[in-house]
């Protein structure tokens, strides 16, 4: 399977973006995805996740009641709405697949296999 995240842009403190992690190859529907993001000369950081059974999801402390991780099934995408974003959001953000049904989410990086090309946020203050 290969990942693509797009939908990143530039917008002033306060306003909102929906990006999309967009699978070919493969359905990505029961697999569990998550967005990561990465600002310069920092570690890539967990933002969000959707288990593969669909009943749970998993924020960062920082995005919780801003961001929704959420499945379009019929476009095979995970889409990720920002809303009131920060300028500490800005970051290029990424998806990632785990290939493993885990019990329970997991927010290390290490445990995603799949990664598509990241997409830029930049959030003005």
């Known amino acids: 399977v290969q990942l693509q995240a797009s939908g990143g842009g530039l917008v002033q403190a306060g306003g909102y973006l929906r990006l999309s992690c967009a699978a070919t190859g493969r359905a990505i529907s029961t697999s569990t995805v998550a967005w990561f993001r990465q600002a310069p000369g920092k570690e890539r950081e967990f933002v969000a996740a959707i288990s593969w059974s669909n009943l749970s999801t998993l924020y960062a402390d920082s995005v919780k009641g801003r961001f929704t991780i959420s499945r379009d099934n019929a476009k095979n995408t995970v889409p990720l709405r920002m809303n009131n974003l920060k300028p500490e959001d800005t970051a290029v953000y990424y998806c990632?697949?785990?290939?493993?049904?885990?019990?329970?989410?997991?927010?290390?990086?290490?445990?995603?296999?799949?990664w598509g090309q990241g997409t830029q946020v930049t959030v003005s203050s």
């Open positions: 990632g697949r785990d290939r493993a049904r885990r019990i329970g989410l997991v927010t290390g990086p290490s445990a995603y296999d799949d």
